[in-house]
């Protein structure tokens, strides 16, 4: 057994002090130690896309980086996005409604991908929907919800997006009248 | 899933990297993206007792331009290399082919050199990297060598790195301005997946339209990728013109030993390796008359 090494790292805002054995996956760090277990262990050879986490805000592979390399790194995983009360983040909220899921194993990972794209893309299409899952495997659905989810996902944020702009420009007049 | 135990070691100087291969020899592997590396560890195909994790080096992630040679450095990840202005505009083969490796999640990790050590033998990046008459910059306590990319592959998954030494450095050599086109095509069976077949070509013409250089690289067809030589110098001197192309796809085909694979069978990627450099090379054609390189 080699020795464990201490890593200090902020999942979804939480920082964790951590002994970890060099040859822990990122993946199992999160899902074993951490309890989790929104990210999957699909392939874990860096095939299907399911363990997508974002790793300083790129997408990443947790079953291609040990956990000892996450030392001093920002992750957000699937549990980043909803709230405790239940209630979902727009994203998944697009998922449920657009059918962009059915046995839900792939879900995680699509989610996060759409998390990065929105950031660099708001108002996706669905060619760049497609081009960004394209890493992410799903035998279920075949695709089209998960694309018009992705598409729907944008849409609903921008329009939140503008309407929280709206509404502090009606304040901000409000405060000046 | 669980690699095989393993030391770590997490150097922040190349000197204790290479202190650290100099000691541990073919027990010892350098982590640089881990996006090859990381999946045969979790398989068990690869167990190193030393893993020599070079991320937390620093200086290593540049991409430079020097003497109108583009270098780029250990850690300059398949992402960056892919949509960096630099690369594009001196070596935009280069930017084609690293498009098609993987996915965007690997891309954003896994790094140009650490594909060219890996030396896949389907690989796009070494594949461009021996149209481009590249180099590898091989250093380790000895000293420093400069590798020519023709010599540096010597079978799949083999290179001309000894034991003790780390590749630092690609070195790529800006293409000539003017009428000069590249292109890079691939088949693969599915999207992102390794190609069947790939084929990196330069054409450069003179006023008249006659090609004045020609290069043409073949990759995933044989153990690795290799120079069409005949293709190359039957080009010289034509213009272009569909049938040249298709001449030159034929004795291409004739240069290379494919291995036949469960993906395909000796005279399938023969005949892929025919098609696809007449594509690629008609396209390459069509960028050097456009008379400036496009991707």
Redesign the interface.
């Known amino acids: 057994?080699?020795?464990k090494?201490r890593i200090t790292v902020t999942v979804n805002d939480q920082e964790h002090d951590l002994l970890v054995e060099?040859?822990?996956?990122a993946?199992?760090l999160l899902r074993d130690e951490l309890r989790l277990t929104g990210t999957h262990?699909g392939c874990?050879?860096?095939v299907c896309?399911a363990c997508?986490i974002l790793v300083d805000g790129?997408?990443?592979?947790a079953?291609?980086?040990?956990a000892?390399?996450l030392d001093g790194c920002s992750v957000e995983t699937v549990e980043s996005l909803g709230s405790p009360d239940g209630t979902m983040h727009p994203i998944q909220r697009a998922f449920s409604e657009n059918h962009g899921l059915q046995c839900g194993f792939c879900t995680p990972g699509m989610l996060m991908?759409t998390q990065e794209l929105l950031r660099r893309e708001p108002r996706p299409d669905a060619e760049t929907a497609r081009a960004?899952i394209?890493?992410n495997h799903c035998r279920c659905t075949g695709y089209q919800h998960i694309v018009a989810s992705v598409c729907a996902a944008g849409r609903a944020m921008s329009e939140a997006e503008h309407q929280h702009v709206d509404r502090q420009d009606v304040e901000h007049q409000g405060a000046r009248a | 899933m669980k690699p095989a135990v393993f030391s770590y070691q997490s150097p922040r100087t190349l000197d204790e990297v290479f202190g650290e291969l100099a000691e541990h020899g073919s027990d010892a592997r350098v982590l640089a993206g881990g996006q090859s590396l990381i999946r045969l560890m979790n398989a068990r195909t690869e167990t190193p007792g030393v893993l020599v994790d070079i991320n937390r080096i620093p200086g290593l992630d540049e991409v430079t331009v020097e003497d109108g040679v583009v270098r780029i450095g250990a850690l300059v990840r398949q992402r960056t290399s892919e949509v960096s202005p630099v690369i594009r505009e001196h070596t935009p083969v280069f930017s084609e082919a690293g498009a098609e490796v993987a996915h965007v999640s690997v891309r954003e990790r896994g790094t140009v050199v650490g594909s060219i050590a890996f030396a896949d033998p389907c690989a796009e990046l070494p594949t461009a990297l021996v149209a481009l008459d590249g180099e590898i910059v091989a250093r380790s306590t000895r000293g420093e060598r400069v590798i020519p990319a023709e010599q540096m592959f010597l079978g799949p998954y083999r290179t001309a790195l000894a034991e003790d030494e780390m590749a630092v450095e690609a070195r790529l050599p800006a293409l000539p301005t003017g009428r000069t086109g590249s292109a890079f095509l691939e088949i693969t069976r599915r999207h992102g997946e390794l190609p069947v077949c790939g084929v990196a070509s330069i054409l450069r013409l003179d006023d008249d339209g006659q090609i004045t250089e020609a290069r043409i690289s073949v990759g995933a067809v044989g153990d690795r990728p290799q120079r069409a030589r005949a293709a190359e110098s039957a080009l010289l001197g034509r213009t272009t013109d569909p049938e040249v192309w298709r001449e030159a796809g034929e004795l291409a085909a004739r240069e290379i030993e494919p291995r036949p694979t469960v993906h395909g069978s000796s005279a399938y990627r023969r005949h892929l390796a025919s098609v696809v450099t007449r594509r690629s090379l008609s396209r390459a054609a069509a960028r050097a008359l456009e008379g400036a390189h496009h991707v």
């Open positions: 057994m080699s020795d090494q060099p040859r822990t996956l993946l199992d262990a874990e050879q860096g896309g997508t790129k997408i990443t592979r079953c291609l980086m040990f000892v390399q991908v960004a394209a890493g």
